[in-house]
């Protein structure tokens, strides 16, 4: 029965989310028609629907939410984290993060009005891409100072962590730019993959240690870099909230 | 390159695709499709090839288009020919 409520509790507030990223993604596609589509203004936009997701839908979906930031990212830098959940897709923006870009698989750019808002807004979609052009467009959003956003897992994984792919980390091989892994706690349980009403669990997001690419620059450098970074990941989700 | 069986490529494969990719023992058929049956896709198989290239100490990444191999039998064909090639090349 406790659980029952708690479900209910928070699916309309899972809905609300919904909801507002379709209307507020309709009303700015046309303003961004009519005034131009900028990349700064598209990522704005972007930033501002995030946090508005993450603090109301975290609000009354979790019991707390912990925030630990680490050393400030001065350098353009590629962020990685777990994925447990779709919530985590605006994870960064907790820390204040702004000048980012996704890369994310085609769905996300599929949703109406909201996909060209961010394929604007430099995201870019791996479809059909093999892993040089991912990392040539990569490389060109570094060099505009904008950090690069990737969960290595490539899909959500729940409350199991799974396999990191090479590709943010051969990334980093190539282009010098440092990787900072991040640690998501608690999403897993609260919108766990497939689930459609939210469960309230307790939220820690954490920036971890960054990571330099030149200890990795080796023969099969970027998958021990992969397995590298999840583990320390691992470890920092092992020790709980 | 050194000469090795088709059971011996087999096995290789096997071993490196397990150990990397997470996968069990028992998707492991030659029939399995790398997308729909073992859940990998276009980013993974850059993954493969450096796996692979390990395993076998070879190059394959511009030797072949990735993209038509398309189950594990292609694949275990794939190395087995290039074997055979080197085998040739080399006397």
Known sequence: MVE????AYAFPFVAG???????????????????GFKESR??????FQGRVLQTAVLFVSAFHKKIIKGTPIKNPSILVANHPSTYDT?????????????????????????????????YINTEGKTADEIISQA?????????????PEGTRSGT???RFRSLAFKMSIETGAEIVPFAIKGLGEMLAPKQIWAKKADIEYKQLEKISPDRFCMEAGDLKMAKAVKEIIVEELNKGL | MEKKTRDEIVQIVNEALIKEFELKSEQMKPEANFFTDLGLDSLDAVDM??????????????????????TLKD??????????????QNG
Not at chain 1, 4 to 7: E, T
Not at chain 1, 17 to 35: E, H, P, Q, R
Not at chain 1, 139 to 149: C, S
Not at chain 2, 76 to 87: C, H
């Open chain 2, 75 to 88: 694949l275990y064909d794939y190395i087995e020919n290039l074997m055979s090639e080197a085998a040739q």
């Open chain 1, 17 to 35: 989310t919904w909801t507002w990223l379709a209307v507020s993604g309709f009303f700015v596609y046309f303003f961004f028609c009519i005034s």
């Open chain 1, 139 to 151: 490389k060109e959003r570094l060099k505009k100072g904008l950090h690069i956003g990737i969960f």
């Open chain 1, 90 to 122: 605006f994870v960064f923006f907790d820390f204040g993060i702004k000048n980012i870009v996704y890369v994310a698989k085609n769905w996300p750019f599929q949703i109406p009005f909201y996909g060209k808002i961010i394929k604007e807004a430099g």
């Open chain 1, 4 to 7: 029952f409520f708690k479900r």
């Open chain 2, 49 to 70: 090839v450096i796996v692979l290239e390990q395993a076998f100490k070879v190059k394959l990444r511009t030797k072949y288009e990735i993209g038509k191999i398309m």
């Open chain 1, 42 to 47: 598209a990522r704005s936009f972007i930033y």
């Open chain 1, 160 to 162: 199991e962590i799974g």
